[in-house]
């Protein structure tokens, strides 16, 4: 805890401020709410929709027997820049983007740990789609049925013999041309469509636990996104590489290593080491979220008392934690909040969506009506009010989220810094409150749009800022008092000097206050 | 005083120098896109090589004699099941081997299939050598009972590179055939 009673922050660990440093170069570029980073899951969705687009493009041409498949594909490589040669093109390449978006997405929620507790759900189910990405793109390349597809399918059939799963080898399907019939076609259609319409049915199970899920990204980084595979489409479009043939083998490929890497790192050392580490891989996957870690943050509670059942925090909620149900003290309204505690992230956004949570209520003690046991808006008040009726009070205010810059480094002596559970935890009649009790300037800390470790905690405590979400902070609030500002784990910088202009601002102002104080009777 | 100017917002990045980082980056995303999709060529085989497939899938015989049932035995049965004679289940495990140019290339040793072990035996193995005029032996063993092995196939081929030879099982066809 902190001299004023706030909560102290944490330490960022060494990858993820790594990661955040990564993603501040970018944010120079693209602007924070437009960072491929930050936006790695929904361009792994756009990939997907292009995959879609394209991909029912090229099963209306397709062929789908064993001696007409290679043909039917073949045809579009003569007009590369013809629409089919550009769609067989956009499917490869979208194929290759979905891959390394979604592995960056992994990656990245890694790095930050996101993978316990209240988001094991999201994790688990994310990471059991990998091996639907993995059938899905692989079987792909057997559609085509070229020399790649040969290959690729031989060599998927070899992996898979090296289980001890069937009494027959898959591989003796591709001894010989007449092995290779219609219905194994049908088969491959099947792994290939069947298998990424799973995969979509398991997006939904994805995003089933947090609400308002962006399932598409920024229109300018999609746009961008789009014209770059565009581009390479035209610039390098995709061909096949000869009629399969199973009689010789397909010595020399163009190798399209993001998505079938698997077939060489097999044959370089042993279909068992390449299970090996393919299981063990997805298996470390799956126990991160049931390492043990430490104790999870307390959840909000609800004070039945305090509920009017007005549904702000439900709406707030970036989990789907809250639902509204009957209220059982009648005369307090209509419904009441309840909060799932396996859902509830802890986050604090729902105490600053409370209407009851404003500390202009005359209680000693202030109750709110959803509210964060380790830091209440009661203590959140007191904690304010010590700081500005102490004999020399403090003029500048500073609200910070703990996940984003390290707020306390602006803590002096004309300075209170308040780490929040999120930024959005802070009801905006706060900033009010503190400026009519004697305080010059208030500053308000968030991440970054897109960098919000509860998700929404930025956009809201933006919107509620701008006064077009509620809470607002009132039109009558001197916006020249508050300031807010967006800065990431490491941007340190960015919060000093946010404070140096606040300071400026609030004495430009007192000195413009003493002029205009009318001049003692002499 | 003048009014000190706020701190930019990393929201938007705007400015020449924003959107020229935005077009290198879209530009080394494609390049790291269109290169690793297609490079470096994989050579799955070398230039002078050429690949043997050993592979069959064929059921040994039967490790045991069939007998005819006693009387007792018979009676002992329910009624509609006095087969009068019984046949061990089990099969024989079956054995290749196979020589390239005299020397020992495999041996295998492929067990039934089934709980039982009275399913088929499967092999596959993948062998590269030098392409060119080669000497292939192939001995298949499928009967525990018999001495030495019941088929063998030798024979002198040719293997132009890249060229796959198949070594299979067909009972019908005579025995071990070359594709």
Known sequence: MTDHGAPAQRAPRGAVLWWSRLEQRLDRAFG??????????????????????????????????????????????????????????LHRYAADAFVVFTALHLLREAVHGRFKHFRRFSWLTGCALLPLVAVSAVGGFWLNWDRLGQFSATATAEWLDALPLLAQPLARNFLGAAAVSDRLFSLFVFVHLGVALLLVFGLWFHVQRITRAAVFPPRALAVGTLATLLGLCVLAPVASQGRADLGVVPALLSMDWILLFVHPLMY???????????????????????????????????????????????????????????????????????????????????????????????????????????????????????????????????????????????????????????????????????????????????????????????????????GTREPYLRARVPRTRVLPVQADIGEESRLRE????????????????????????? | MPEPATPRSAARAVGPRAWFGQVLLYALFALAIGVFSHWPPYRHLGADEALIKLSLVHAGKPVGECRERTAEELAALPPNMRAPTVCPRERSPVTVELDIDGAPAARIEAPPSGLSGDGASAVYRRLTV???????????????????????????????????????????SGGITLQ
Not at chain 1, 37 to 43: D, E, I, P, V
Request: charged share 15%; glycine share 8%; hydrophobic share 45%.
């Open chain 1, 32 to 89: 924070a709410s437009r960072n491929p980073l930050r936006q790695s899951g929904t361009l792994a969705f756009l990939a997907l929709w292009l995959l879609a687009v394209s991909g029912v493009w090229l099963y209306a041409v397709l062929d789908t027997s064993a001696a007409g498949a290679y043909a039917s594909i073949a045809r579009l490589s003569y007009a590369p820049w013809s629409a089919g040669g550009l769609m067989r093109s």
């Open chain 2, 130 to 172: 030098r392409a060119g005029e080669r000497s292939i032996a192939v001995r298949l063993r499928d009967d525990v009972r018999a001495e030495g092995f019941t088929h063998t196939l030798r024979r002198r081929v040719t293997l132009a590179p890249a060229q796959v030879l198949v070594i299979d099982f067909d009972a019908q």
């Open chain 1, 268 to 466: 370089a050392t042993s279909a068992g080491f390449t299970w090996t580490l393919t299981l063990g891989a997805f298996g470390a996957l799956l126990a991160l979220p049931f390492v043990p870690a430490p104790v999870r943050a307390p959840v909000a509670v609800v004070d039945p008392h305090n509920c009017n059942g007005c549904g702000r925090c439900l709406a707030d909620c970036p989990y789907a934690a809250i639902t509204m149900v009957p209220h059982p003290l009648p005369q307090r309204g209509a419904e009441l909040a309840v909060v799932d505690a396996d859902l509830c992230a802890g986050c604090g956004i729902c105490a600053g969506a409370c209407p009851s949570s404003t500390p202009f209520r005359s209680t000693a003690r202030l109750v709110s009506g959803i509210d964060m046991p380790q830091f209440p808006v009661d203590a959140l008040r007191r904690t304010v009010q010590r700081a500005l009726r102490s004999p020399e009070p403090v003029p500048i205010i500073a609200f910070g989220c703990e996940h984003a810059a390290d707020i306390s480094c602006l803590a002096a002596a004309d300075v209170l810094a308040v780490p929040l559970l999120c930024t959005a935890q802070l009801p905006p009649s706060f900033i009010e409150y503190a400026l009519r009790n004697g305080a010059r300037g208030v500053l308000v800390a968030s991440c970054h749009d897109g960098g919000c470790a509860f998700r929404l905690g930025a956009r809201w405590n933006a919107e509620r800022l701008a």
């Open chain 1, 498 to 522: 946010a404070l140096r202009v606040l300071r400026a601002r609030t004495i430009a102002q007192g000195a413009r206050a003493e002029q205009a104080r009318p001049a003692p009777d002499a």
